[in-house]
């Protein structure tokens, strides 16, 4: 039988995510996951692919209170702030989105930390940063500030395959955690790449459409704890997992419904 066994959920884009017993999934995503974004004074997001010290931020969250620490570095903690003046910022394809900036001690100790000037941004209020209406299943779709969909799901036994072929003649690479990924849902007991023959899933009440594989990029390359770069796992999948539009590892994930899901539930193949 297929369950679901890790949920995570990442308070702030590209920050450190934390991992949930149970979840709920909304039309934007799983609740509360990235809907903060760390933002150039102009508006322009930023990835741990040009600043990878986001990725040793960790951002605690209880209710409507987050706590930021970092490693050897004073911790902040403040209100989240989702109304008031609208700040228009920008996410790829997606322009003057409407978010609303958490204030100047946040954008200090986030400038601070990464030794540039910034700004944190959380998504308005009933603000819709709607899909590309060429994979959305329906007007309603919507993200916060997750690149392309609102949910990435990948399999445990993807990632042991993977793992198995990194082996190499020159010496044994060390097993690749699943945090190179950032997935919010990893399910297990299925085949490898399974996952990428799934059209429709259901977890609990919760049903989802599976709508396309996630390209990946190099942030999969970065060790979130020693921020040491290598070429693994994109070397390795480039010889298995090359597809038109990019290496991929994962799928894209829309709900089509609210609910809450839990570790351990079935994951139930509609399609």
Known sequence: MITLSNLTYYPIKACRGFD???ARVERMGLANDRRMMVV??????LTQAEHAKLALVTPAMIDDTITLSAPNFDSLRFTIKKTGAISLVNIWESKNVHAIDQGAKTARWLSDWLGVSVRLVHIANGFKRRLNSDFAVSAEDQIGFADDYPILLISDASLQDLNSKLDSPLGAVSALP???FRPNIVVQNCEPFAEDTWKRIKIGDVEMALINPAPRCVVTTIDKETLEKSKE?????????KQKGGVMFGM?????????IKIGMRVEILE
Do not use: C, D
Request: hydrophobic share 30%; glycine share 6%; no cysteine.
């Open 20 to 22: 949930l017993a149970e």
């Open 40 to 45: 150039t004074p102009e508006g322009e997001f």
């Open 178 to 180: 699943m945090n190179r």
């Open 233 to 241: 796992p994109l070397k390795t999948l480039s010889t298995y997992r």
């Open 252 to 260: 894209h994930v829309i709900p089509l419904n609210e609910g809450e």
